[in-house]
């Protein structure tokens, strides 16, 4: 049980495209999603937390207008790279939390930006 | 805000011996205490976890120690395996949020 999934699992596109990531708990509902970047060789990095229905926290640092999260449901949350650039190449993990503490993370989404 | 330090960054061990990461955190509210493996391009998985109402956890080859005082928390892998090679991160928890180490690469020497 506690399944996230990740679509899609690695992308490339071109400079100052639009890329949307999709979270999905496969097997409960989520009353928190995270989403968390990832740069080679280092650690993961909380850039924002969404609870179904409202408006996702973003930490510090984190350009809300650069990256919108929506999170329509109790199972899907999406994070939307607008206007991409070769610095936002990274790897994007989600969380799944439907209980104190504990995440269920899912499989991750590299993305590429040329 | 929570501020996780990890060491070392990089452990190299010879198989069969024993592997030890230490963390410490700063914010004396986290009350919990999770460890993560993640090999290279795949997800971080939780092996083992502590609250701050326990001092010591094990399971099997791997334990965890906990000193809420101190605030030091430190994971201890004995009878390493090649397959315990991976990069190994802390982290602290308070009201949901996870804050993570930098990492360990952790090498299984033959």
């Known amino acids: 049980g506690a399944v996230v999934s990740q679509h899609p699992s690695w992308v490339i596109c071109k400079s100052g495209t639009s890329v949307k990531i999709e979270c999905r708990s496969l097997d409960f509902q989520a009353t928190t999603m995270f989403w968390y970047r990832q740069f080679p060789k280092q650690s993961l990095m909380l850039m924002a937390t969404?609870?179904?229905?409202?408006?996702?926290?973003?930490e510090q640092g984190v350009e809300k207008d650069k990256f919108l999260i929506n999170h329509a449901s109790l199972t899907l949350s999406t994070l939307t790279v607008t206007s991409a650039h070769p610095e936002d190449s990274s790897f994007y993990i989600c969380?799944?939390?439907?209980?104190?503490?504990?995440?269920?993370f899912g499989p991750g989404t590299r993305l590429t930006v040329l | 805000g929570e501020n996780v330090e990890q060491h070392p960054s990089t452990l190299s061990v010879q198989e069969g011996d024993s592997a030890v990461i230490k963390c410490t955190y700063s914010d004396s509210a986290s009350n919990y205490f999770p460890w993560y493996k993640q090999e290279l391009g795949k997800r971080p998985q939780l092996i083992i976890d502590i609250r701050s109402n326990v001092g010591e956890k094990k399971d099997q080859r791997i334990a965890v120690t906990l000193n809420k005082t101190a605030k030091h928390f430190s994971l201890h892998i004995t009878e390493t395996q090649p397959e315990d090679s991976a990069v190994y991160f802390c982290?602290?928890?308070?009201?949901?949020?996870?804050?993570f180490g930098k990492g360990t690469r952790l090498h299984i020497l033959p």
């Open positions: 969404s609870n179904e229905g409202s408006k996702a926290t973003y």
């Open positions: 982290a602290a928890v308070r009201d949901d949020k996870i804050i």
């Open positions: 969380s799944a939390s439907f209980a104190a503490d504990t995440q269920y």
